[in-house]
Nanobody, 123 residues
């Protein structure tokens, strides 16, 4: 079953904005650490942004200053505010969660994954 559900993806023009959401469907899933990854066709999956239980964040250089990751612990929901979108941001965006206090944008840090939401940015 799907334990993490992403939403908010869509098609936008370059320079536009989107806000992605990721909801934990199972309360037994630890959301102490959560992150966003993305994968474009023909490219490797890359870590976009991660947020720890203490609020410390880790961003990919390519999105620094444009994307903001946040988490609502009460709602078990992760967000990714994406501004100034570029065509190179086009990818399937995946949400991930981990039962750990410290995490970075490493796939191995996370045990739970969503099915993804598509983001397409036109030039």
């Amino acid at each position: 079953q799907v334990l993490l559900v992403e939403s908010g993806g869509g098609s936008v023009q370059a320079g536009g904005s989107l806000r992605l959401s990721c909801a934990a469907a199972d309360h037994t899933i630890s959301t102490d650490c959560m992150a966003w990854f993305r994968q474009a066709p023909g490219k490797e999956r890359e870590g976009v942004a991660a947020i720890q239980s203490d609020g410390i964040t880790d961003y990919a250089d390519s999105v620094q200053g444009r994307f903001t990751v946040s988490k609502d612990n009460a709602r078990n929901t992760l967000y990714l505010q994406m501004n100034s979108l570029k065509p190179e941001d086009t990818a399937m965006y995946y949400c991930a969660a981990a039962a750990r206090w410290v995490c970075r944008r490493h796939e191995g840090d996370f045990g739970y994954w969503g099915q993804g939401t598509q983001v397409t940015v036109s030039s």
